[in-house]
C-alpha cells in the first residue's frame, strides 16, 4: 500500500489551501482516512479523519470549522480543504490510511505518506 500527498505550500494567515492524498495497492474503500500534523520537536497530531463511505467525518477542536475532509472513493483520494489558515497551522502534514477508526490516539499502524509542508506566514 502506498500513500502520497501533495499540495502543500505557502500562504498568508486567512488564506487557503486544498491538501490530496491518492491511496493505491489495495482497495481503498477498506480504509478509514485521515489527516495528522507535526511540527519538528512536537507530537503528531490528530486533524481529521473519515470513514470508508465517506458519509462520517470527524476533526480536531483547533481546525473543526476552518478545515474539511473529503473522500473520492472512485478516484482514491481524500482531500483536506484548509479556509481561514493561521500561523498555528504551520506543519508538515501527513495522511494515513487505516483500518480502523482513527482517533487522536491513533499513533501507529497503518499505512503513512512522507508529509507535505504547509507553511502560513505573512
Known amino acids: 500500500v502506498h500513500v502520497a500527498e501533495s499540495g502543500g505550500g505557502s500562504v498568508r494567515p486567512g488564506g487557503s489551501l486544498r491538501l490530496s492524498c491518492v491511496q493505491s495497492g489495495h482497495d481503498f474503500t477498506t480504509y478509514y482516512m485521515g489527516w495528522f500534523r507535526q511540527n519538528l520537536g512536537k507530537e503528531r497530531e490528530f486533524v481529521a479523519g473519515i470513514d470508508r463511505s465517506g458519509r462520517y467525518r470527524w476533526y480536531s477542536d483547533i481546525v473543526r470549522g476552518r478545515f474539511t475532509i473529503s473522500r473520492d472513493n472512485a478516484a482514491n483520494t481524500v482531500s483536506l480543504q484548509m479556509n481561514n489558515l493561521r500561523p498555528e497551522d504551520t506543519a508538515t502534514y501527513y495522511c494515513?490510511?487505516?483500518?480502523?477508526?482513527?482517533?487522536?490516539?491513533?499513533?501507529?499502524?497503518?499505512?503513512w505518506g512522507q508529509g507535505t509542508q504547509v507553511t502560513v506566514s505573512s
Open positions: 494515513l490510511a487505516y483500518e480502523r477508526p482513527i482517533t487522536n490516539k491513533t499513533t501507529t499502524g497503518g499505512y
